[in-house]
């Protein structure tokens, strides 16, 4: 099976620290795989996702994005495939404010010139989904919290991305609805066959994932 998501020699330091925060990561993302990422505060795991969804640049080493090496890339390639490729989901969801749920989630097909109504009604049926039909036309702010990572996790899917990198996606979030949305998150992968790398400190929800591994000393380990 094809690698959607690869990086090998992955190293990151950063100007002004004087230890390597990644240390020669090497990794391999298959279709439909998810893999989880523990590790404690500052070991790297949000370093690591931004490298492997090409938001930063490693100091060494090389991340392949469906067989794209992206350090030879320009940023608009780099930018296009991000964009058709990937979906990120955050600890907090980044809705824009002045846009109902619908008009969120359409955003990225609309930015990949999609047009209006193919893009709203694409939008609908990922609300739907995420069990949200009846907040399409809400205001984030009109919205719980995990109603809007519901609105956020749609916004991530809906290009029907090869690969979702999802950043604490339930950091923010009390026990219960924790787990209803990644349950959520971890369904809606599986049916898209979405790969899916999710960083949290959730041991319980980490175990929920086919592989874990652990970051420290800027290496990765597989553990279980
Ligand atoms: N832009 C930056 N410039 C300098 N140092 C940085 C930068 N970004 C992160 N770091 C440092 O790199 C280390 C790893 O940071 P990172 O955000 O990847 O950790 P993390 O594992 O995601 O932590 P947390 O669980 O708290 O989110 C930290 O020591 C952090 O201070
Ligand atoms: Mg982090």
Redesign the pocket.
């Known amino acids: 099976m094809s690698s959607i998501i690869r990086c090998e020699g992955l190293t990151k330091t ?1 100007t ?2 004087d230890v390597a ?1 990644l240390n020669g990561i090497n990794l391999n993302i298959k279709k439909s795989e998810q893999i989880a990422i523990v ?1 404690a ?8 996702l931004h490298l492997l969804g090409g938001l930063d640049t490693p100091s060494s080493g090389e991340v392949e994005l469906l067989g794209n090496n992206l350090n030879q890339l320009s940023e608009a390639r780099k930018g296009q495939i991000r964009n058709d490729s990937l979906g990120f989901v955050y600890q907090f969801h980044h809705l824009l404010p002045e846009f109902t749920a619908i008009e969120n989630v359409a955003m990225p097909l609309l930015i990949g010139r999609m047009p209006r109504e193919q893009a709203l009604s694409a939008a609908k049926d990922m609300l739907d989904k995420v069990g949200m039909t009846h907040r399409v036309e809400h205001m984030p702010s009109e919205l719980s919290g995990g109603e809007r990572q519901r609105v956020a996790l749609a916004r991530a899917l809906v290009t029907e991305p090869a690969a979702i990198l999802a950043d ?1 996606p339930t950091g923010n979030l009390d026990r219960v609805t924790a787990n209803q949305v990644f349950n959520l998150l971890v369904e809606i992968n599986a049916v898209l066959k979405t790969s899916l790398v999710v ?1 949290t ?1 959730d041991l319980t929800l980490a175990a929920k994932m086919h592989k874990q591994f652990k ?1 420290e000393d800027g290496k990765l380990a597989a553990f279980s």
């Open positions: 950063y002004g620290l925060v590790g505060s500052g070991s790297g795991k949000s370093t690591l604490e960083v400190h970051l």
